[in-house]
């Protein structure tokens, strides 16, 4: 069946990196578009970084860019994100979606269950 | 940067009650806006995108419409499984943002 799992979260102090990795199956990952979206504890839903089909365009959040590094391994049906230079504001549950359309602009409806970061010295 | 601003942030309504969320663009977004639910503990679920297209396996309670800057998420009768936070987000270009979210609550 159609699945994203993430794995990658823990405790990390403020300063330090961290990569996010999130496997696909159940449908053809190297025609989707992805995207990892966070949510801080008790807050709302953020956007947080989307990478092209073929790797060949990522955008990003502001409040990410210059420190994420959103890539993919399409031989591996795998999606990262490279998180460096982390700050508590970057604690939050991780989750990485897809459009069932496979356009990276498009409605989410495939999600993972996503994997926690904890930022804290 | 497009901002997206929703309205209200929590609402109390009555089982059977018809429930408006509204969600304003800062510039235009044509049709390029989703809707999502979140219940308590659970992931985000996809109810409606490109504005007022039902997903598939969504109960037709819920209703979208709206385009350029002003749209709005329609709950036709409130049930209790409808308990959680609805969140709008534009896809019309990145950052894809997100509204700040809507919690509705049962009377």
């Known amino acids: 069946q159609v699945q994203l799992v993430e794995s990658g979260g823990g405790v990390i102090q403020p300063g330090r990196s961290l990569r996010l990795s999130c496997e696909a199956s159940?449908?053809?990952?190297?025609?989707?578009?992805m995207h990892w979206v966070r949510q801080a504890p008790g807050k709302g839903l953020e956007w947080v970084a989307v990478?092209?089909?073929?790797?060949?365009?990522?955008q990003y959040a502001d409040s990410v860019k210059d420190r994420f590094i959103i890539s993919r391994d399409n031989a591996k049906n795998t999606l990262f994100l490279q998180m460096n230079s982390l700050r508590d504001d970057d604690t939050g549950v991780y989750h990485c979606?897809?459009?069932?359309?496979?356009?990276?602009?498009?409605?989410?409806?495939?999600w993972g269950q996503g994997t926690t970061v904890t930022v804290s010295s | 940067d497009i901002q997206m601003t929703q309205s209200p942030s929590s609402l109390s309504a009555f089982v059977g009650d018809t429930v408006t969320i509204t969600c304003r663009a800062s510039?235009?977004?044509?049709?390029?806006l989703a809707w999502y639910q979140q219940k308590p503990g659970k992931v985000p679920t996809l109810l409606i995108y490109?504005?007022?297209t039902l997903q598939s396996g969504v109960p037709s309670r819920f209703s979208g419409s709206g385009s350029g800057t002003d749209f709005t998420l329609t709950i036709g009768s409130l049930q209790p499984e409808d308990v959680g936070t609805y969140y709008c987000?534009?896809?019309?270009?990145?950052?894809?943002?997100f509204g700040g979210g809507t919690k509705v609550e049962i009377k």
């Open positions: 990478i092209w089909h073929d790797g060949n365009k990522q």
């Open positions: 490109d504005a007022s």
């Open positions: 979606g897809t459009s069932g359309t496979g356009w990276p602009y498009h409605g989410l409806d495939i």
């Open positions: 510039q235009g977004i044509k049709n390029f």
């Open positions: 987000q534009e896809y019309n270009s990145a950052p894809l943002t």
């Open positions: 159940g449908f053809p990952f190297s025609r989707h578009g």
